[in-house]
């Protein structure tokens, strides 16, 4: 799998959304599972969506269930992260990350390639 690049982040207030894409070079994208993580200043890195090759596989983190949607278009080679009702907590650098046979993992030593980040600021 080639370079994944990450885009959407940006500036919002609480109770806002914001649309985050993952892009992906490469003609096997579609048999990538494919996570988002964050990480928040001072805070390890967390598992927040992944959604699995063919999408046959969904997982969330508990603290964004109900408010984020992740989504997958392999003829587009992008996964996406549709976040509303941001809150504050919701701040920190969101990375996407592609792996082999790994289903959604949210365990983020089993992904092989990420992406740069893109910043989220939620303000209150």
């Known amino acids: 799998q080639g370079q994944l690049v990450e885009s959407g982040g940006g500036l919002v207030q609480a109770g806002g959304s914001l649309r985050l894409s993952c892009a992906a070079s490469?003609?096997?994208?579609?048999?990538?599972?494919v996570g988002w993580f964050r990480q928040a200043p001072r805070k390890e890195r967390e598992f927040v969506a992944a959604?699995?090759?063919?999408?046959?596989?969904?997982r969330y983190a508990d603290s964004v269930k109900g408010r984020f949607t992740i989504s997958r278009d392999d003829v587009k080679n992008t996964v996406t992260l549709q976040m509303n009702n941001l809150k504050p907590d919701d701040t920190a650098v969101y990375y996407c990350?592609?792996?082999?046979?790994?289903?959604?993992?949210?365990?983020?030593?089993?992904?092989?390639?990420w992406g740069q980040g893109t910043h989220v600021t939620v303000s209150s």
């Open positions: 490469g003609r096997t994208f579609s048999r990538y599972d």
């Open positions: 990350a592609a792996g082999l046979l790994v289903g959604a993992t949210t365990n983020s030593r089993e992904y092989i390639n």
């Open positions: 959604v699995s090759r063919s999408a046959s596989s969904i």
